[in-house]
């Protein structure tokens, strides 16, 4: 099955630039979304089909996705940005759907 | 507003069966796919069932195949998730989610969730 992979951890300071990374095999092929979830709380979505966003998602969120990397990149990173970011794919082999999630990335505002 | 409740969860002993409840409103129900998510204590997302808009054609993770099955009630605007013979490793949040529709596969409105704890 279709495999994402994900950095535990990622920190940035306020302000700056964070890029967290989302490594699949040939990933570029594919149509990549990423969720944030904050503690205790379900996952929204931030950036569906590689780099778009839906309505009231800042566009500090965007991403890229090319070769075996897709990135979500947050742009002047705040307090409220902390939280866990999941990459996730559609998958299918023969007539076998699946939906497959990265591992996740603690962003760590310090 | 659109909004996904879900309900049903709680405690069950091993082997156990529970049926998941998710309650849509604000949107045309029966013109989504829809999807069930879990994920266990402190851990990632994990994928579980989906099932298209007329309940014809449904998904399921192959850790759930076999025991958890998946049906929706358009007329009630309700989508269930029937879990059989239930695993400790099953212990999870479980969220209903919507496809969001546009052949992407992404989903675009979450529930807030509801805990499974399958333990003696």
């Known amino acids: 099955s279709y495999v994402l992979t994900q950095p535990p951890s990622v920190s940035v300071a306020p302000g700056k630039t964070a890029r967290i990374t989302c490594g699949g095999n040939?990933?570029?092929?594919?149509?990549v979304h990423w969720y944030q979830q904050k503690p205790g709380q379900a996952p929204v979505l931030v950036v569906y089909?590689?780099?778009d966003r839906p309505s009231g998602i800042p566009e500090r969120f965007s991403g890229s996705n090319s070769g075996n990397t897709a990135t979500l990149t947050i742009s002047r990173v705040e307090a409220g940005d902390e939280a866990d970011y999941y990459c996730?794919?559609?998958?299918?082999?023969?007539?076998?759907?699946?939906?497959?999630f990265g591992g996740g990335t603690k962003l760590t505002v310090l | 507003e659109v909004q996904l409740v879900e309900s049903g969860g709680g405690l069950v002993q091993p082997g156990g069966s529970l049926r998941l409840s998710c309650a849509a409103s604000?949107?045309?129900?029966?013109?989504?796919?829809m999807h069930w998510v879990r994920q266990a204590p402190g851990k990632g997302l994990v994928w579980v069932s989906r099932?298209?808009?007329?309940?014809?054609?449904?998904s399921y993770a192959d850790s759930v195949k076999g025991r958890f099955t998946i049906s929706r009630d358009n007329a009630k605007n309700t989508l269930y998730l029937q879990m059989n013979s239930l695993r400790a490793e099953d212990t999870a949040v479980y969220y209903c989610?919507?496809?969001?529709?546009?052949?992407?596969?992404?989903?675009?409105?979450w529930g807030q969730g509801t805990m499974v704890t399958v333990s003696s």
């Open positions: 989610a919507r496809d969001r529709g546009y052949g992407d596969y992404a989903f675009d409105i």
């Open positions: 604000g949107f045309t129900f029966s013109s989504y796919w």
């Open positions: 089909d590689d780099s």
């Open positions: 099932i298209n808009s007329d309940g014809s054609s449904t």
């Open positions: 040939n990933i570029g092929s594919k149509s």
């Open positions: 996730q794919v559609w998958d299918s082999i023969s007539d076998h759907f699946n939906w497959v």
